[in-house]
């Protein structure tokens, strides 16, 4: 449902609310939020309400450190999780300067940005996710170990697979939010687990994919277990993948979904360092799966773009390097532009790698790009790319790129 002003404070009266959670995130993807009282509602409508941006990494300093929250109405979830009675919802919002301008480090507003800037050109890029997480055990403290929960093994059941109650009891609690997962199983890892979305409009399927994160750690927590989405909690173990599965509509015909994916390939290198942010993100890829060099495929699951069986509405491009840590928002306004590229020029689309790359030899692979290896090379190659300083702010750019 899309609740408007007027109905989020007729919302907060006949529920009994008490506190409303306005939430955005950092520019890596980390979830914060400031709680209100009902009765600051309006303010908030119609003011904002102010925050100290100095204590959040890359959001200012002391000379410069007041920001303002403006939820967005039709955003209202409720927390499951907290009581019924005195209940607690959440609104995402817009972040601005006091004076009203935009706030750069926003990147749910860019988002937002390159999904108008496909519109102008009569295209809508919708999106479908693939999450994967670990489940470790608790100390006697409270505190998350390295022991998975089970030892079992890609979709196995009970009573091998001990996280089936944990995943049903996230699906459960993100339909009550209104959120609603396609499909779930046990992943390759020990107590690793995957749980995917249906494809939705890009903004819609980012802030989904930002509040599962916080659903999955919640219940998990609940169940005595602590969630993990780092890219590679385990050394020896297969890491977290974050799959994002792209589509085009109008689907049209297929040369322009061949120029999206075009468009993908040519910038897939100078994106690494905001679709795998973290130093841990570059010993995932390579191994168990998680692509290395720049190429495509039909169904093949070495490559870097794979084109799931589908014909129609239903077909897509899944983009296989990103895993967790990416900030969903970022990630996907990338995607959106490196594909409106690819379609605008009309990029020619190379031939498909139907090898396994991961068997073949040094001179099958001298012939593809590599991704970058490390972080720093990652951040090279966004710092030295035309096309990332044409979309991603230079605050933003500054912050992952360290310069």
Request: aromatic letters at 10%; a negative charge; proline letters at 7%.
């Amino acid at each position: 449902m899309k609740y408007s002003r007027d109905d989020v404070i007729q919302y907060a009266q006949e529920e009994d609310v008490k506190f409303i959670r306005l939430a955005f995130c950092d520019v890596f993807g980390t979830q914060k939020n400031v709680a209100i009282m009902p009765d600051e509602l309006p303010r908030a409508f119609e003011h904002g309400i102010a925050f100290d941006a100095s204590a959040i990494a890359g959001f200012g300093d002391e000379m410069h450190s007041d920001l303002l929250l403006h939820p967005e109405a039709d955003t209202l979830v409720p927390l499951p999780w907290r009581p019924e009675h005195g209940r607690v919802v959440q609104m995402l919002s817009e972040i601005t300067h006091p004076d009203g301008t935009p706030f750069a480090c926003d990147t749910r507003s860019l988002l937002k940005k390159a999904v108008m800037d496909a519109e102008k050109k009569g295209i809508r890029f919708t999106f479908g996710t693939e999450q994967e997480f670990y489940l470790f055990l608790l100390d006697e403290n409270g505190k998350p170990t390295r022991i998975p929960c089970d030892d079992a093994g890609y979709m196995d059941i009970a009573p091998e697979d001990h996280c089936e109650n944990v995943r049903r009891e996230v699906c459960l609690t993100l339909e009550q939010m209104g959120i609603y997962p396609e499909s779930s199983h046990h992943e390759e890892g020990p107590g690793q687990n995957e749980i995917d979305f249906r494809y939705a409009d890009a903004l819609v399927a980012a802030d989904d994919a930002m509040t599962f994160q916080r659903v999955v750690k919640t219940v998990a927590y609940r169940n005595g277990l602590a969630a993990d989405f780092t890219p590679k909690p385990l050394g020896d173990a297969p890491g977290n993948g974050f799959h994002i599965n792209m589509s085009l509509r109008p689907f049209g015909d297929g040369a322009v979904f061949s120029h999206m994916i075009a468009g993908i390939l040519r910038h897939a290198s100078a994106m690494t360092a905001f679709l795998n942010p973290l130093d841990d993100s570059y010993r995932r890829l390579g191994s168990h799966k998680a692509p290395r060099w720049v190429s495509w495929s039909a169904e093949n699951r070495s490559q870097l773009v794979r084109i799931p069986a589908a014909s129609g509405e239903y077909r897509r491009a899944e983009l296989r390097s990103p895993d967790p840590s990416a900030n969903p928002y970022l990630a996907f306004a990338l995607m959106i532009y490196a594909g409106l590229d690819g379609i605008t020029n009309r990029i020619p689309l190379c031939e498909p790698s139907d090898i396994n790359l991961y068997a073949a030899g040094e001179a099958v692979l001298a012939r593809f790009e590599k991704l970058p290896a490390t972080l720093q090379e990652a951040r090279a190659a966004a710092a030295s790319s035309e096309f990332i300083r044409s979309h991603i702010p230079s605050e933003i750019l500054d912050i992952y790129c360290g310069r």
